[in-house]
C-alpha cells in the first residue's frame, strides 16, 4: 500500500512539474519563424476558392507570407486588423496583428502595399491569418 502511495505522489509532482511548465511557457515570435510559403492576395484566396480541403492540408497552421494592398483597417484597444484586397469584392485575407509581438507600426493607410507573416487559421469565405507581423518588403 505504501508503494502505490509513493508511486501515486511520484506521477502527481510529475503531472504538475509538466503542467506548470506547459502553462508558463513562452509565446513563439512570429518575425523569427521561418516561412513555408509566401504569396501573394489574390493567389492565397484562389487556391482556398479551387479546393479548400487541398488548401487546408497545405497552408492550415502553417506560418505563410501574404502580400497585397490594404483594403480595409479595424483596430481596438488590444488588436488590429488588416483585411488584404483579393479583388473579390466578396472574400479578403484578414491579418490580426500578433498582440505578443513588438510592431514597428499598427497604422496602415488602405490601399498601401504591405506583406504580412503569420499562421493561416482556415477560411470563412475569408482567409484567416493569425499573430501576423509585417515583414520588410
Not at 117 to 130: A, E, N, R, W, Y
Request: net charge negative.
Amino acid at each position: 500500500m505504501k508503494k502505490i502511495l509513493i508511486v501515486a505522489l511520484i506521477l502527481v509532482a510529475i503531472g504538475l512539474v509538466v503542467g506548470y511548465k506547459l502553462w508558463n511557457k513562452p509565446h513563439e515570435n512570429i518575425s523569427d519563424q521561418k516561412v513555408e510559403f509566401s504569396l501573394n492576395a489574390k493567389d492565397v484566396l484562389s487556391e482556398f476558392e479551387k479546393s479548400e480541403a487541398e488548401a487546408n492540408t497545405k497552408f492550415m497552421n502553417k506560418i505563410i507570407e501574404v502580400s497585397g494592398k490594404v483594403a480595409n483597417i479595424e483596430s481596438n484597444d488590444s488588436t488590429s486588423i488588416i483585411t488584404l484586397d483579393t479583388e473579390n469584392p466578396m472574400s479578403g485575407i484578414i491579418c490580426e496583428l500578433d498582440p505578443f509581438s513588438k510592431h514597428k507600426r499598427t497604422k496602415f493607410e488602405v490601399g498601401e502595399a504591405v506583406k504580412f507573416k503569420g499562421i493561416c487559421t482556415g477560411f470563412l469565405s475569408d482567409v484567416i491569418m493569425s499573430r501576423c507581423v509585417e515583414c520588410d518588403k
